[in-house]
């Protein structure tokens, strides 16, 4: 089990440029969450996807962040376009059960 | 809505000693599960412990235990026999016990310092 996996890793990036982030869950969760992390507002969930469909984007900032779950072993986040207060720490987990949550080991944004 | 509070923002322990963090959370549920997650440097978040908010037994998982206190809504972590790995961001988590509930409530974490 290799975990819940995100690339890239680090990702520095220019205002006004479009940044795609992406995560492959754990094989068999059905459940997936995208968190944004900052050292201002802590760990916010921004949307997540049941069986690929999202069921809660009330988080996402605004239109410029989107996220899609194409099938049940890949997500993106994309955001376009970007902007220096977007610099944060992003995750990706998923879960199969009630209790079973896997965090990926997150994606460093920075926009310049 | 849920809110988490983790009121010491840095803790500090001497290498094989017992430390303990606090967290206090809020809600009007009676079903729901608490969490402590640790983040170390390398950005992972780890889960370290799970309660289920209807089992009055405290959780326990090797050198780590909780003090679950449903009326005062109290969840502290306590760290026996501290290592040098144990060094790391502690965030204490709530989810609601519903099956829609997916979202966690994140408390704003305590940096936890082992010194040898």
């Known amino acids: 089990d290799a975990g819940v996996i995100q690339s890239p890793r680090h990702e520095v990036t220019e205002m006004g440029q479009e940044v795609t982030l992406r995560c492959k869950p754990i094989?068999?969760?059905?459940?997936l969450f995208w968190y944004r992390q900052t050292m201002m507002r802590g760990l916010e969930l921004l949307i997540y996807?049941?069986?690929?469909?999202?069921?809660?984007d009330s988080g996402m900032p605004e239109d410029r962040f989107s996220a899609k779950m194409p099938n049940a072993s890949f997500s993106t986040l994309k955001i376009q376009p970007s902007e220096p207060r977007d610099s944060a720490v992003y995750f990706c987990?998923?879960?199969?059960?009630?209790?079973?949550?896997?965090f990926g080991s997150g994606t460093r944004l920075t926009v310049v | 809505a849920q809110t988490v509070t983790q009121s010491q923002p840095e803790m500090s322990v001497q290498e094989a000693e017992t430390v303990t963090l606090s967290c206090t959370y809020d809600?009007?549920?009676?079903?729901?599960?608490l969490f402590w997650y640790k983040q170390p440097p390398s950005r992972q978040m780890i889960l370290v412990i799970r309660?289920?908010?209807?089992?009055?037994q405290n959780a326990t998982e090797n050198r780590f235990s909780v003090n679950f206190q449903k009326a005062a809504k109290s969840f502290s972590l306590k760290i026996s026999d501290s290592q040098l790995g144990d060094a790391a961001m502690y965030f204490c988590?709530?989810?609601?016990?519903?099956?829609?509930?997916?979202?966690?409530?994140f408390g704003p974490g305590t940096r936890l310092s082992v010194l040898p």
């Open positions: 987990a998923s879960r199969r059960n009630f209790y079973g949550y896997t």
């Open positions: 309660q289920e908010a209807y089992k009055q």
């Open positions: 996807f049941n069986n690929n469909v999202p069921i809660d």
């Open positions: 809600t009007s549920e009676s079903d729901y599960y």
């Open positions: 988590a709530y989810r609601s016990g519903d099956n829609y509930g997916q979202n966690f409530v």
């Open positions: 094989s068999g969760h059905n459940s």
